[in-house]
T-cell receptor, first 114, second 111 residues
Framework: GAGVSQTPSNKVTEKGKYVELRCDPI?????LYWYRQSLGQGPEFLIY????????DSGLPNDRFFAVRPEGSVSTLKIQRTERGDSAVYLC????????????FGPGTRLTVL | GEDVEQSLFLSVREGDSSVINCTYT??????LYWYKQEPGAGLQLLTY?????DMKQDQRLTVLLNKKDKHLSLRIADTQTGDSAIYFC???????????FGKGTRLSVIA
């Protein structure tokens, strides 16, 4: 596609539920990043994929968070047993190379946990 | 780890220059970026500078880098109301790939 797309744009869920957030990177981009932006904060790194494998998942806050990229393109961020503190905008970015190459950001998914 | 700091608010009059400042802590930072975020929109890369440069100019934008002081600034000449947004400084460290962002500076342009 023309840019990075993310679905859904908004997600409202109840505490304790499971959610999946999807990211479609720019075609051909091998690197894919997930960031989380809480209100009034800058984006914070969660996980980075190079191809199908997670090259760095050090930013995932706990084991309720998991992400996959099975075919090296689309990625899904999965959050189990959601908590109110998970409410944020989840941003996805992709780049054609790892490190230094421009990261193109999607519009984000706004997650609200009630 | 890397820590990136920015002032939170800046207000300027239309037509004046805006200067947004950023400090970082890791001297091995290799790429430094400025992103713009408008309400409800994604992050837009405005400009970037490599650590071996001290200045970069791109139309109304001027980036200054002081490596000794670990200080980065973005100057917007002839600021317009359309420049009102949140501006994020982001740093990429050598050998690592995720960006480390500041908290953002909210620029308000008064007509």
């Amino acid at each position: 596609g023309a840019g990075v797309s993310q679905t859904p744009s908004n997600k409202v869920t109840e505490k304790g539920k499971y959610v999946e957030l999807r990211c479609d990177p720019i075609s051909g981009h091998t690197a894919l990043y997930w960031y989380r932006q809480s209100l009034g904060q800058g984006p914070e790194f969660l996980i980075y994929f190079q191809g199908t494998g997670a090259a760095d998942d050090s930013g995932l806050p706990n084991d309720r968070f998991f992400a996959v990229r099975p075919e090296g393109s689309v990625s899904t961020l999965k959050i189990q047993r959601t908590e109110r503190g998970d409410s944020a905008v989840y941003l996805c970015a992709s780049s054609s190379l790892a490190g230094g190459d421009e990261q193109f950001f999607g519009p984000g998914t706004r997650l609200t946990v009630l | 780890g890397e820590d990136v700091e920015q002032s939170l608010f800046l207000s300027v009059r239309e037509g004046d220059s805006s200067v947004i400042n950023c400090t970082y802590t890791d001297s091995s930072s290799t790429y430094l970026y400025w992103y713009k975020q408008e309400p409800g929109a994604g992050l837009q890369l405005l400009t970037y500078i490599f650590s071996n440069m001290d200045m970069k100019q791109d139309q109304r934008l001027t980036v200054l880098l002081n490596k000794k002081d670990k200080h980065l600034s973005l100057r917007i000449a002839d600021t317009q109301t359309g420049d009102s947004a949140i501006y994020f400084c982001a740093v990429l460290n050598s050998g690592n790939t995720p960006l480390v962002f500041g908290k953002g500076t909210r620029l308000s342009v008064i007509a």
